[in-house]
């Protein structure tokens, strides 16, 4: 019944989630006709940018993206990874990681609702969270690497060279990911698109607020005017003193956060060896209705816990 009602409740997030399709095929046609008769330069590019997706895309990311809801903001996430993943490739893992985590489950003893549950659980999460991590490192790159980038920027405005060949330059000599988005932004200026809405693109999928602050700057200095070299060059500065306090409320609360993983993790390592040392003496925990519900209750307040002290050990710049 347990796994019945997850079912139900997974079903009816997809639904939720998933919209009205006869919506978004009326959508798709009203795009498709504007983007056909129209002349202008950007939804010319729109469009070519559209069908070199469509052409890398192969049958099972079609299928996949029928199934899974907001497919688009899927394939976004995959693509701040900085990896070359498709969305039929993540449904493999996670149908991968999920049969795997079952299979062991159920070989070393464990129910089969349990094992059905938990194999969910790393299916959906696992995946999901290796990606969440190679963002955030992508993007930590990026934040660091970024303050060299608008040097070289500054230094090119300085030698007479316009904003969009500097920003070619600096997507030629520095180092990956700032080369690699700079890149694309001057291939985009090249087939059309304008500076401002490359670089808004760029920052919708960075989504850092050191580059904001740079998108904004240019925006600004566009219609004010003023010397935009020494803007930036400010702004340079300010965003390496932002990492540098950055470092150091990093070093100061290094030493709760320690304590909080440990003190979150403690019960969990605890329950993995006794259960490894005696597993009949756990398993009244998966066939007592008095303590399925009382372990249900602890994990509940040990989340509650995690997440007070997440909060605590985490400050926003």
Same mark, same amino acid.
């Given at each position: ?5 997850? $079912?139900?409740?997974?079903? &009816? ?26 002349? $202008? ?18 049958? &099972? ?185 950055? &470092? ?54 040990? $989340? ?14």
């Amino acid at each position: 019944m347990l796994f019945v009602g997850l $079912s139900l409740t997974l079903g &009816l997030g997809v639904f939720a989630f998933a919209g009205d399709g006869s919506a978004k095929k009326a959508s798709k046609r009203l795009e498709a006709l504007r983007e056909r008769h129209s002349g $202008s330069r950007e939804m010319l590019a729109r469009a070519q940018m559209k069908r070199l997706i469509a052409q890398r895309d192969n049958k &099972l990311d079609s299928v996949v993206g029928q199934f899974i809801p907001r497919p688009a903001e899927l394939r976004a996430r995959l693509e701040r990874s900085g990896k070359s993943w498709t969305l039929g490739q993540y449904a493999l893992a996670c149908a991968g990681t999920f049969t795997g985590a079952a299979l062991v489950l159920i070989s070393a003893g464990a129910p089969p609702l349990l094992a059905l549950l938990v194999g969910s659980f790393l299916g959906i999460g696992l995946p999901h969270a290796v990606v969440g991590f190679l963002i955030k490192r992508r993007v930590a790159a990026f934040t660091t690497r970024f303050p060299d980038a608008i040097d070289l920027l500054v230094r090119g405005l300085r030698s007479g060279l316009p904003v969009s060949e500097s920003l070619g330059v600096v997507g030629k000599e520095i180092a990956e990911p700032v080369g690699s988005e700079f890149r694309i932004v001057a291939d985009k200026i090249r087939i059309g698109r304008t500076m401002e809405v490359a670089l808004h693109e760029m920052a919708a999928r960075m989504n850092t607020p050191e580059f904001q602050f740079f998108v904004i700057t240019l925006s600004i200095q566009r219609e004010t005017g003023g010397n935009l070299a020494e803007t930036l060059a400010n702004l340079g500065e300010v965003l390496r003193k932002r990492a540098q306090m950055k &470092l150091k409320i990093n070093a100061m609360s290094s030493e709760s956060k320690a304590s909080a993983y440990i003190v979150g993790s403690l019960p969990f390592a605890v329950f993995g060896l006794v259960w490894m040392a005696n597993k009949n003496y756990l398993m009244p925990f998966f066939e007592d209705q008095r303590l399925m519900i009382a372990g249900t209750i602890g994990f509940v307040w040990m $989340s509650i816990g995690a997440f007070i002290m997440s909060k605590m050990v985490r400050f926003e710049i």
